[in-house]
């Protein structure tokens, strides 16, 4: 006999633009070929606020829905994961999928990864999404070499901050973080940065990339998660054959590329979406990011909400928290963490 519909505390979106709000959704039976997960630990990433706003390059809804694109979770019922098995899902949140922002998620089968033995829930679920982020562009997109310069755009944030200890660990020789933020710099420098850069309200793309190049010199690979201004200024700070990857843009959403400075120096300038890329193909990805965070070889400061307050954490993750803001269904908010 088919297990009945489930109805579990969630949270809503309800129109493009509007934050969510406490409810609870409707899971119908399991069907073959998905998982049924209790919700212990749910990343919230910008990729969900812009989902949300309504202005994300590859998904608008205009219908409410639970959104959460990842968690990790305990099997609860499966045909191809064992039952009570602690688990990483990805979630495809849309108004006919709901997301992991709810007390349990069915998630499609091929979108789970067992975590390994003795890993922390929450921290493990940090590292998803933004980890990703980090190691996918700097390692594969850019194909960083041992020895290389990196400059990170953007060290200020989740993602930013553990590119810098993803370069570090992959042999880079030189790494650069630039950011807002004094504080969130400071930190960039004992997570692995040599020299940090800090943005200055409007300065001119000819006095920034004088400076980067002064603290970076010729640099070989930029992670660039803000765009606009600081991305143009980093091109003129480029090696020869430099590899260039965008992850974000929330110094805005274009950027005056010269077409001699990209020819004359041979630049690759690429962009990279998690939200395109199967769960496995970020499987090597994950493994490692995990593998380092089992040997307190990754650093990631986390702050905990409990899944009724999402509206405090969704306000916090706005205005750049510098931390990863995961929401916990099941228990109290924390106030903060870290590894």
């Not at 091109?235 to 950027?255: M, Q, S, W, Y």
């Given at each position: 006999m088919p297990s009945p519909d489930v109805v579990v505390p969630a949270a809503f979106v309800d129109a493009p633009g509007a934050p969510p709000r406490p409810g609870s959704v409707v899971l119908p039976p399991r069907a073959p070929g998905t998982t049924l997960l209790a919700v212990v630990a749910a990343p919230l990433n910008p990729l969900d606020l812009a989902i949300a706003s309504g202005t994300f390059h590859s998904a608008r809804y205009e219908s409410p829905y639970v959104p959460g694109s990842e968690c990790v979770g305990v099997v609860l019922d499966s045909d191809s994961h064992p039952q009570g098995a602690l688990v990483y899902a990805e979630c495809h949140a849309s108004p006919t999928s709901p997301g992991s922002f709810a007390a349990?998620?069915?998630?499609?089968?091929?979108?789970?990864?067992?975590?390994?033995?003795?890993?922390?829930?929450v921290l493990a679920a940090a590292v998803g999404n933004a980890g990703i982020a980090a190691f996918l562009p700097l390692v594969e997109?850019?194909?960083?070499?041992?020895?290389?310069?990196?400059?990170?755009?953007?060290?200020?944030?989740?993602?930013?901050?553990?590119?810098?200890?993803?370069?570090?660990?992959r042999g880079a020789?030189?790494?650069?973080?630039?950011?807002?933020?004094?504080?969130?710099?400071?930190?960039?420098r004992t997570l692995g940065a040599d020299a940090v850069v800090a943005l200055r309200a409007g300065e001119s793309v000819a006095d920034l990339?004088?400076?980067?190049?002064?603290?970076?010199?010729?640099?070989?690979?930029?992670?660039d998660g803000v765009y606009g201004t600081p991305l143009e200024a980093a091109?003129?700070?480029?090696?020869?054959?430099?590899?260039?990857?965008?992850?974000?843009?929330?110094?805005?959403?274009?950027?005056r590329i010269p077409a001699g400075l990209l020819r004359g120096r041979r630049l690759t300038l690429s962009g990279f979406a998690g939200l395109h890329t199967p769960l496995s193909a970020k499987r090597e990805a994950l493994t490692w990011l995990w593998a380092?965070?089992?040997?307190?070889?990754?650093?990631i400061e986390v702050r905990t909400f409990p899944l009724a307050d999402l509206a405090s954490a969704w306000h916090t993750q706005a205005v750049s928290p510098h931390a990863k803001c995961v929401i916990l269904p099941d228990r109290d908010g924390e106030g903060g963490r870290g590894a």
């Open positions: 349990r998620v069915l998630v499609a089968d091929d979108d789970v990864l067992p975590l390994p033995d003795g890993l922390d829930p997109e850019a194909g960083l070499c041992p020895g290389e310069t990196v400059l990170v755009l953007g060290a200020t944030g989740a993602v930013g901050q553990l590119t810098v200890q993803v370069a570090r660990r020789g030189r790494v650069v973080g630039v950011g807002r933020d004094p504080d969130a710099l400071d930190r960039a990339a004088a400076r980067l190049a002064e603290a970076a010199g010729p640099v070989d690979v930029v992670l091109l003129h700070a480029c090696a020869p054959r430099a590899r260039i990857v965008n992850v974000g843009d929330p110094a805005g959403a274009t950027a380092a965070l089992s040997r307190d070889e990754l650093r």
